[in-house]
């Protein structure tokens, strides 16, 4: 999906990704812009003071002397992998964030973990709560999918058959995030939201298992 399918030989700054046009060029920032964002204002209220490439558009400027704050001998001199790609599991990587927005004093450490669990892990959990509920079966040999069980319990194959989505896939982050929850002291929404889908799992993992013959009289 990487793969050029056009090569163009003129570069024009007005066709690329609007987010590269909020890339700051100056090579000064005014006393005022640091006023005002000690003030947290509004980044449409400071965007006037910092020379931007967004400004610059249409102009001969847009192509030549972009300012800058730090200068490097090397300019791939940095990090050759995130922290993302070198820490292990998600848990790592989740406390990794944590601390580091802890040592920010410009990062409220307390709504990014809120932000993580809200928009990542607890969305995960329902949504392989959703799966799991809606899958379908799968024959360990041959592969073929079913919608239902077949009433011999095996693939026409004689092979047995084996569930897409397991019981694991949907309480990996629970652990951490009631631990997140606890450690940071977030919002009751977020401990309701944990206690529904735990509430859930009960009901769908351990209710009394019934066979057909129970409703026979």
Known sequence: MDAPLVLSVILNPSEVDAEAHNMDVCRRYPAQFFEMVAEARHP?????????????????????????????????????????????????????????????????????????????????????????????????????????????????????????VRRKNISKYLAIAQRVIDEHGLGQYLKDGLRLINSAMDSLFQSEQTSLTDFVD
């Open 44 to 164: 449409k209220e400071v965007e006037r003071l910092v020379d931007i490439v967004a400004s610059r558009l249409n102009t001969e400027n847009q192509y030549e002397g972009f300012g800058f704050t730090h200068g490097t001998s090397l300019i791939d001199a940095g990090p050759r992998n995130t922290r993302y790609k070198t820490l292990g599991s998600m848990e790592e990587k989740l406390d990794a964030q944590l601390r580091l927005a802890g040592l920010i004093d410009a990062v409220d450490a307390q709504d990014v973990a809120e932000r993580v669990l809200s928009h990542h892990f607890i969305r995960d959990i329902r949504g392989n709560l959703r799966a799991y509920s809606t899958q379908k079966i799968q024959c360990i040999r041959c592969h073929r999918i079913y919608r239902r069980v077949p009433l011999s319990g095996k693939c026409d194959c004689g092979s047995k058959l084996s569930l897409t």
